[in-house]
């Protein structure tokens, strides 16, 4: 039987008398990617934001490997990494050095080359982070947020702006980072992307959870409730297209 890494109940934030996250409740196994979906103001990264101790908790909890967010915010902070949407570094900073900085903040050190290396950056290791690409800055600080070999990683919307390869070498890189033993959680507006990668998904709207169960099981109860499709699927779609144009290799 699977371990239970994180369980939420009714968790609530209010915002001027209004729930933006009204009463939600989920948990999600060690080991899974668990992918939280909805339209912009559906409460998402509210949601992720209070699991990161970043905003306070109006009601309900949120316990992470047995630590209560709201009680204990410090302890959740070493069982956590994560990658915000528009990751932000100190200018004129080589990457190397970042790790070693962001390891330092935890009490750690470590072989920077290892991290850089992990997420392909280990021929960047002499730049400065402003020389970085976006998909580079991306994965650059998912290896800054592994540092302390956290338990759980929040990615908020990571591939957001990204060309077609780095998005895939992006997707790679979460697979990875499960296959390490880490859980990953995740908001994202590309279904595709959810359909890959996550284990199971929330679908938030209005700050409650409407579903929550695989991708393939929730396609399923909709192909169930006889929803056909008018356009035809074609087996291939302009991105596959693109790819065997260009190359799956990152343009860095």
């Known amino acids: 039987m699977a371990k239970v890494i994180l369980e939420v109940k009714n968790l609530v934030k209010t915002y001027d008398e209004k729930n933006v996250v009204d009463g939600i ?11 939280i979906l909805g339209p912009n103001g559906a409460g998402k990264t509210t949601t992720l934001e209070m699991m990161e101790t ?19 915010p410090q ?8 990658q915000p949407q528009t990751p932000a570094f100190q200018d004129k900073t080589k990457l190397t050095e970042i790790i070693e900085l962001f390891a330092a903040a935890y009490g750690e050190s470590v072989n920077p080359m290892e991290f850089l290396t992990d997420v ?15 998909g580079q800055k991306q ?24 060309d077609p390869q780095a998005r895939r070498n992006l997707w790679e890189l979460v697979q990875h980072v499960r ?16 359909e890959l990668l996550c284990d199971r998904v929330a679908v ?5 959870i409407i579903a929550l169960d695989s991708p393939k099981q929730l396609i399923k109860n909709l192909l169930d409730k006889g929803f056909k499709k008018k ?6 779609t302009l991105e596959d297209v693109f790819i065997d144009l260009t190359g799956k290799a990152l343009r860095d």
């Open 231 to 236: 356009e035809h699927v074609e087996q291939a």
């Open 139 to 162: 994965r650059l600080s998912i290896a800054a947020a592994l540092v302390h070999s956290p338990k759980v990683f929040f990615l908020d919307e990571p591939t957001t702006g990204l």
């Open 25 to 35: 409740s989920f948990s999600v196994d060690k080991g899974e990617i668990f992918g």
């Open 204 to 208: 938030m709207d209005n700050g409650k």
């Open 54 to 72: 970043l905003r306070p908790i109006d009601g309900g909890t949120a316990i992470i490997d047995g630590v209560d967010v709201a009680k204990n």
């Open 75 to 82: 302890k959740v902070k070493y069982l956590i990494g994560v």
């Open 120 to 134: 392909n950056l280990s021929e960047k290791a002499g730049s400065y982070v402003e020389d970085l690409s976006g």
């Open 179 to 194: 296959d390490k033993g880490v859980t990953v959680i995740m908001t994202t507006h590309y279904m595709d992307e959810a």
